[in-house]
């Protein structure tokens, strides 16, 4: 997380749970927020605080999902990403349970 940008990390997701480590790399305060298929509007709670991180884990199902930082109008600014769980074979080797990451 960054004034104003949310970055995930490259790794393909398949169904299951993950841990995402929110980090707050910027100079305000953020959080993490993600909706989508059997979840809604889970977010870390409180805020982010710079320089500190936060962890949020989610049970993905197969889908598109929306992750967002749900502070003042953060969203409208940027600090929003869609991603997509399927069950693919493009998992990368040694994924089960991995933790994503920021
Ligand atoms: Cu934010």
Redesign the pocket.
């Known amino acids: ?1 960054t ?2 940008h949310l970055a995930l990390s490259d790794q393909p997701l398949t169904p299951g749970t993950y841990t995402f480590a929110a980090i707050n790399a ?1 100079h ?4 993490i927020e993600i909706d989508g298929p059997g979840v809604s509007d889970l977010r870390t709670p409180g805020v982010v605080q710079p320089g500190q991180s936060a962890s949020l884990t989610v049970t993905l199902q197969p889908g598109t999902y929306d992750i967002y ?4 109008d ?2 409208a ?1 940027g ?1 929003e990403v869609h991603f997509t769980v399927n069950n693919a074979g493009n998992s990368a080797p040694g994924l089960g349970g991995a933790t994503g990451g920021y």
Not at 28 to 31: K, L, P, S, T, V
Not at 69 to 72: I, W
Request: hydrophobic share 40%; with cysteine.
């Open positions: 997380m004034d104003f910027g305000d305060e953020h959080a930082c749900p502070v003042g953060h969203r600014m600090m």
